[in-house]
C-alpha cells in the first residue's frame, strides 16, 4: 500500500471538489492511502510537493486545481510554471500526476473535473500510480 499526498489549489471550491472526490476514489481503488492538504493556488502545488518529498512519508504525489483562462497574461504564466513544477520534480525521480485543469472556462473544467465524465482527479492519481510502479521497478 502506498502513502499518497494530494496537494490541492483550493481556488475553485465546487471544480476541486469534483477532483478531489476522483483522486480519492482512485487511490481508495487501488488499495492506497492518501493525506490531502491545501495551497493558495496552482503556483505553489509543486513547492508544497518538494517541502513534503523532503520528509520521505509519501511515496507519490497528486496535484489538483483549475486553471480558467482570464483576460490577462497571468493564465499562461500559472499554467505553464505549474506544469513545469510538476515536471521537473516528477524528473527529478518523484512520482507526481499532474491534475490541475488549465481550460478556457468553467464550462470546460465542470467536464473534466466531474469523475462521471472526464474524471483529470482520477486520472492524475491514476498517473502518479503508475509512476510509482516503474520507480519501483527501475530500483
Avoid: C, W
Wanted: aromatic content about 6%.
Amino acid at each position: 500500500m502506498a502513502r499518497v499526498l494530494i496537494v490541492e489549489a483550493r481556488f475553485y471550491a465546487h471544480l476541486n471538489d469534483m477532483l478531489l472526490a476522483g483522486t480519492r476514489a482512485a487511490l481508495e481503488d487501488a488499495g492506497h492511502s492518501h493525506e490531502t492538504i491545501t495551497v493558495p493556488g496552482a503556483l505553489e502545488i509543486p513547492g508544497a510537493i518538494a517541502l513534503a518529498a523532503e520528509s520521505g512519508r509519501y511515496d507519490a504525489f497528486v496535484g489538483i486545481g483549475v486553471v480558467i483562462r482570464g483576460e490577462t497574461y497571468h493564465f499562461e504564466i500559472v499554467a505553464g510554471e505549474s506544469a513545469r513544477g510538476l515536471m521537473a520534480l516528477t524528473m527529478d525521480g518523484l512520482a507526481v500526476g499532474n491534475g490541475i485543469l488549465t481550460v478556457e472556462d468553467e464550462a470546460q473544467a465542470l467536464v473534466r473535473a466531474d469523475p462521471k465524465q472526464k474524471d483529470k482527479g482520477g486520472e492524475a492519481a491514476k498517473a502518479a500510480l503508475a509512476l510509482l510502479d516503474l520507480k519501483s521497478r527501475f530500483a
